[in-house]
């Protein structure tokens, strides 16, 4: 007998879990709901260049690529939603000149895992808004990432909040080429601070030092004053500073907040706000989101925009357990003159179990079975 085995980091989900699962999704989709979010369902495969934005080099080594018989174009597999929900606002949803809410539940794959426990298809669950660029929309969008987790049974959450536009602006006024820039965004995005320094070696000042204090600048909310004491005064750092300051303002005492203006770990599309929730236990962040302003452009419509994403695959060791609702047995043999008693039975939402071996209770996992009586088919306690 062969023994099949998965690719590396792919995994079947099994009954049990496979419960669990669509239960925690469907209770998280039905959240959104209530928030005003909108489901929308994009496809698994599309043309590649509409699934990575140019120079987003991450996402690009994260996409399956192959070629359309059809069209002879390059087809991806979606490495992660969000684009594809940009695009469904800035080209399919157009007509909306107002604040739009979408949500979304469905499978991603990676070329590369994201780390050494992480999988290779992902169930991201997310939801991004639309058309307002004021930091109320951050809020909202943080509150829901934060209700989400907290309604599978995370507790004791972390909330860590950067700012991306900080180190753009900085990266702009020291006028960085884009290489170099590339190049100082993926040292501080591993906390590699003899690299910061080496790349930073020949910046002009203030830019020099602001770069090399931005790894130090974490913690709680007094950082962000010390920040304002370390970096110059730029409108990117100012506006960077003050929406930092409105999340510790409105969040304070709801949920542990730390910050981080070297925490640049989203992906390339992201314009200002970051944050991350963590919990005691996990070792990776939960949650991931922040803004994205102007993605929809290349779709021809530039949009503010935020949201949030999250594996629900990461959460399955704590997701409630769903057993299998216990069901009825009906012989085999019985099955015809039986069958207008089991369409109702199912009709009402009960499973009906055909038992074609003579089988237990435990096996077929039932604990009632139907049977014919004087006055027709009834449901009585499995034997």
């Avoid at 949803?93 to 990676?110: D, E, I, P, W």
């Avoid at 590369?112 to 004021?134: C, D, K, N």
């Avoid at 020099?208 to 950082?223: D, H, I, M, T």
Wanted: hydrophobic share 45%; with cysteine.
């Amino acid at each position: 007998m062969r023994n099949w085995l998965l690719p590396e980091h792919i995994a079947d989900i099994l009954p049990a879990t496979a419960r669990q699962v669509e239960s925690a999704k469907a209770a998280m989709l039905e959240l959104f709901r209530t928030a005003g979010y909108e489901l929308v369902l994009p496809p698994l495969i599309e043309y590649a260049d509409a699934l990575v934005s140019e120079g987003d080099s991450a996402l690009d080594i994260k996409t399956f690529k192959l070629d359309d018989h059809l069209s002879g174009r390059q087809l991806g597999l979606r490495a992660d939603i969000t684009p594809q929900v940009a695009r469904i606002d800035a080209h399919l949803l157009s007509n909306r000149t107002g604040v739009t809410r979408l949500c979304y539940a469905g499978s991603v794959v990676h070329a590369r895992p994201s780390g050494l426990m992480s999988s290779r298809e992902p169930l991201q669950v997310g939801a991004e808004l639309y058309g307002y660029a004021g930091i109320e929309a951050d809020l909202e969008i943080i509150e829901l990432m934060l209700a989400t987790l907290r309604q599978v049974g995370v507790d004791k959450l972390r909330l860590d909040v950067g700012h991306i536009a900080i180190f753009r602006g900085l990266a702009a006024a020291a006028g960085l080429a884009a290489e170099d820039t590339r190049e100082l965004f993926g040292a501080l995005q591993s906390k590699d601070i003899a690299t910061v320094r080496e790349l930073v070696a020949d910046v002009a000042e203030p830019y020099k030092s602001a770069f090399l204090a931005l790894p130090e600048l974490y913690g709680p909310r007094q950082v962000l004053d010390k920040a304002r004491t370390r970096l110059p005064s730029l409108p990117e750092v100012e506006l960077g500073l003050m929406q930092l300051t409105a999340i510790a303002n409105a969040l304070d005492g709801q949920v542990e907040l730390s910050f981080d203006l070297a925490e640049l770990r989203g992906d390339f599309y992201h314009t200002g706000l970051m944050f991350a929730a963590y919990a005691p236990g996990w070792s990776e962040a939960l949650a991931r989101g922040g803004r994205y302003d102007n993605v929809g452009r290349k779709f021809g419509r530039a949009r503010p925009a935020t949201g949030f994403s999250l594996d629900l695959r990461d959460l399955v060791r704590i997701l409630p357990e769903r057993d299998a609702a216990q069901g009825i047995r009906v012989q085999a043999r019985d099955l015809a003159a039986a069958r207008d008693a089991v369409a109702a039975l199912r009709a009402g939402g009960e499973r009906v179990i055909i038992d074609y071996l003579g089988e237990s209770a435990v096996a077929l996992d039932c604990d009632r079975e139907l049977v014919l009586a004087a006055d027709g088919w009834q449901v009585v306690p499995f034997n």
